[in-house]
């Protein structure tokens, strides 16, 4: 130091660098018990014969308390060699040491001390109301501070041993970041000055120690802050500037439903929304303005059909004042007067249901059926499922007069029906009609076919029905990668129709093969070499403009790949039994193809000879 009689920085410093060299916590520069106790163990003069042993020593406040304003607290002390006399308490203002390049001036706040009782009776223990002094007159501002006792009669005094603190109602702290066990810095000592406000027993330092994180739970259960985990992430920290924060906030952190039509009410769970006045952002505008929250933590609104365009205060943004809301997902905030939200979406499902269709695929016009005979009604849906019944199937003649069939048949595609012999002579439409719900959904033949007499005395030939059908490949069959196959099929198409051609593979389309042939039976298939390997396949041969109308292979075949072949064929060399042998045995084990062509080799070959 500089040899002198005050305690300045530059003592403090060199304190500071004493603490941190013998590991005394924490190494603030103030020469406390600790630091007393380590320099009497090394350089204490052999005890006196009388007198006082031991200093007087300040319990409480001795560190790192933080007191509110006006709050009832006690000035506690130990004297070991008597209880007799009286002392003077002061509190003294509290400064970190002062860290300047050697040469530099240390500018340092105007250290305070006031009086707080004069006088007393060295009773130990004194009543004091957090910020007060004897002259109350000389208000103490916020900041850090210490104790000191000193006993009248003998001039021992003592000192916190660490600073406390003194807070007012207007205390605030930004919590920017994420705290947890083992965090250290100046958030940690702002988050134990909340706890302590808030009534948990910690001890306020620059740790995160085991007593912060069990005050941490405990407030996040206070809070309802799920889980609760004992780290103060966004939501805690959420809560912390709602309370204590120098800036409000207000966060989202719950949305329910997510999701959902035009008309529904969304909850929103959070913390900061203000008892009134809480506006809902919803895509580019408003969606709920002036909404009330009583507890704080909850609002709910509805989804507009529109929202309408924010406050406006210029001409740039009068180009509009409202905005449909179609189906998609949309941002939402919430605004009040503590600020705005994080963004938080909803989805907004289409309310557009999906159209159900039957349609009726024969007779659908030109037919001619016997009365009294059995007549195949076939038709197909779309989004309609396969539970669902067709509750009628009727006809209707030229005059409008109905005639019911059967009524809740399966929607498989078909039902084959009786044509009563007291069913009148004529022409008819077919109607179907089926539901799903509360709506309903029909289709009628496109033109009448007609209905004549079994009795008639020249034959009749019922109009066939069209019809395809699949000839090959039918089921069975194994085709190899890299060569082509011949798609072959019957119809009661006309020549001038077109088909499509489908492989699948199961229920599941593969591809197209063609999307429009030439109805003529006949179709070349060129396999690829890389055409995925496995069974189950078959093809689906469809009229153009009716997918209604079509067959696919009765059993599934198989696409394999072409394997080389060990069959040699004979190259001239002179044909002996044994070659013959050889040659037969090759053919054995090549494919049938080149088996032939094989013994067909050898039958000239032997020909020749």
Known sequence: ????????????????????????????????????????AKYKCAPETGGIKKPLNVISPNGSEV??????????????????????IDIESWAAACNVPPGMICMMAEQVSRRIASGISNIKVYEWIAGETADKSMALPDGKYVIRVTHVETGITDVSDIPFTIISGSYCYTFNTNLNLGSTGPANEALDSVLLLEGFNVKPDQSYGVSTRTAVILFQKKYGITPASGI?????RAKLHQLYGCNKHVVISKINPSEGKIGTTVELTGIGFTPTSNNVYLASGV???????????????????????????????????????????YP????????????????????????????????????????????????????????????????????????NLISDTPNDGSETVMLPTTLPLGKYKLELKSDIGSGSFSDTSN?????????????????????????????????????????????????????????????TRVKYLTTSTPND?????????????????????????NDGLFDTSDASFSIVKTQPSDFKPYTGQPLTYSRVIELLKQAQTAHAEEAVKGFMNILKAMALE
């Open 521 to 545: 039976g006949s179709y070349i298939w060129n396999v690829p070499s890389s055409e995925t390997l496995g069974t189950n396949y078959s093809f689906r041969i469809t009229k153009v403009g």
């Open 67 to 88: 007191f509110k304003r006006g709050s009832a607290q006690k000035i506690t002390w130990v004297h070991q060699n008597t209880s007799t006399g009286t002392v003077n």
């Open 1 to 40: 130091g500089a040899g002198d009689t005050l305690y300045g920085a530059q003592t403090s410093e060199f304190v500071k660098k004493l603490q941190i060299k013998y590991g005394i916590t924490p190494a603030q520069g103030y020469f406390g018990t600790k630091t007393r106790t380590m320099l009497n």
């Open 232 to 236: 103060v992430g966004p939501l805690t």
């Open 332 to 403: 939402i905030k919430v605004v009040n007067a503590n600020g705005t939200s994080n963004i938080v979406n909803f989805k907004i499902a289409s309310s557009t249901t999906p159209t159900s269709s039957i349609t009726i695929i024969s007779p659908n016009g030109g037919e001619e059926y016997i009365q009294g005979s059995s007549m195949v009604a076939r038709w197909s849906t779309q989004n309609v499922p396969s539970t669902a019944k067709i509750i009628t199937v009727r006809l209707r003649n030229m005059a409008d007069n109905e005639y």
């Open 287 to 329: 969606a709920a303005s002036n909404i009330n929250s009583e507890s704080g933590t909850k609002l709910k609104f509805t989804i507009p059909n529109e929202v309408m365009a924010p406050p406006c205060n210029s001409q740039v943004c009068a180009a509009w004042y409202s905005q449909t809301l179609e189906a998609g997902t």
């Open 447 to 507: 033109n009448f076919f007609t209905i004549i007499s079994g009795a008639t005395t020249s034959p009749v030939t019922p109009t066939p029905l069209p019809y395809i059908r699949v000839v090959a490949p039918n089921g069975g069959e194994s085709l190899l990668t890299g060569t082509s196959t011949e798609i072959m099929w019957q119809s009661s198409l006309k020549s001038s129709d077109n088909v499509r051609i489908t492989l699948y593979k199961g229920s």
